[in-house]
Each structure stands twice: as C-alpha cells, then as structure tokens.
C-alpha cells in the first residue's frame, strides 16, 4: 500500500517551453501532497505544500508564477514548471501523506528534468 | 525550527560488516525522525521511523535505528552489509501532525558503499 506515482518519469524540453508534471497516489487519497527538487548529489528541498482543493503553501524563494501546483483531487497533484530555463533542470520528487498517518510521507520515484 | 546533520557524507564497509550512519537533529518540540533510503535515479523509500513510541525501532531489510533524546541522535545500524544496500541515506525530521509541522527537513544524505 501506499504507493506513489509521478508521471513522466524524465523529460527533455527547449528553454522558454512549459512542463507539467504529475503525482498520483494510487491506493489511497492523499489530502497532502509535497513537491521537492533535488539536484545532483544533493539532498531534497521543499518546494511547496499541496493540500487538495486550496492554494499550495510555497517555501521561502519558490517562486510559484514559475513553479505552478494544483491539487484538484485527492489522488492528483500537478507541477507546472512554466517558461522553463536551464537552470530549472533537476530532479523534481513528489511525496504524499495518508490521511490518518500525516507523519509519514510516501515518496514517488521522481522525474528527471533537463532544459536545454 | 529543526535540522538534521548527517557526519560523513561517504561511509564504506567491507560486505557482512556492521553499518553505522549518524543522524543528529535539532527541533523546538517533539519530533518525529525518520530514515530513508534512496537507490540512483529513484524516490525515497522509507525504512523506519520513529514517533515517540519505543526508541528502539525496527525497520525494513534488517536495519534499525535508536533514538537517543540526551544525545539528540537517530542513528541508523545494520548488523551485516549486504551488496544491495549500496545506496543514499536520508535521515529526516518533522515536527508531527500534533504540532503542526509534518514537514520534512533532510540531512545532506550519506552515500554508504559496500565492499566486496
């Protein structure tokens, strides 16, 4: 249980395009998602805080006209990166909370993103 | 506000050896710590955690990991590395639902390397 999908797994994408990725989770409704970016060698930050159907809680220098989440249903949650640029290439991860256990997150396998 | 300082960002044990990674936290309330593991190119997994319940805790492919409150510490053993547990370790700390942080905070990770 408590599996967690992102969708596409890795994308390639011109400088100035927009690139939507997913998070689903699959055998559960999620209330919280997370979206976290790493890069390379390093470790996760925080991006933003997703609760279904409301504004998404963005961390200090996110910038979120740039960084797009929506949260329209309990099992979806979408990262729009918009106008996106090469310094924008990373590895973004999505996490998901179950509603019962908010301490634990549960971890998609990532998408791999690189703006040329 | 919480922290996590991970000592040694590349730990190496020969195969059958025992495995030590340190995890140290900061955190203003109680906190939740967590352990995850993530092989290249994939999400987190997440191996144990501890929520004020027994200090002593158990996780997955025979890792465990005790949570020392006078020492601040979350350190994660294995009694014997196998080659498959090659991979990054994230300790991980959170205030809990109760507080109203199940943020995450990572360490800068580990890279644990087994020898043959």
């Known amino acids: 249980g408590a599996v967690v999908s992102q969708h596409p797994s890795w994308v390639i994408c011109k400088s100035g395009t927009s690139v939507k990725i997913e998070c689903r989770s699959l055998d559960f409704q999620a209330t919280t998602m997370f979206w976290y970016r790493q890069f390379p060698k390093q470790s996760l930050m925080l991006m933003a805080t997703s609760n279904e159907g409301s504004k998404a809680t963005y961390e200090q220098g996110v910038e979120k006209d740039k960084f797009l989440i929506n949260h329209a249903s309990l099992t979806l949650s979408t990262l729009t990166v918009t106008s996106a640029h090469p310094e924008d290439s990373s590895f973004y991860i999505c996490?998901?909370?179950?509603?019962?256990?908010?301490?634990?997150?549960?971890f998609g396998p990532g998408t791999r993103l690189l703006v040329l | 506000a919480q922290s996590v300082t991970q000592l040694g960002s590349h730990v190496s044990v020969s195969e059958g050896a025992l495995v030590l990674l340190r995890c140290n936290y900061s955190s203003s309330v109680p906190p939740y710590l967590f352990w995850y593991v993530q092989y290249p190119n994939q999400g987190l997994q997440l191996l144990l955690k501890y929520t004020s319940a027994a200090t002593l805790v158990k996780g997955i492919n025979g890792f465990e990991a005790e949570f020392k409150k006078s020492e601040t510490s979350f350190h994660l053993t294995k009694p014997s590395a196998h080659m498959s547990d090659a991979a990054e370790y994230f300790c991980a700390v959170s205030g809990g639902v109760d507080f109203g942080n199940e943020k995450l905070t990572f360490g800068t990770g580990t890279r644990l390397t087994i020898i043959p």
């Open positions: 996490s998901a909370s179950l509603p019962s256990g908010l301490e634990t997150q549960y």
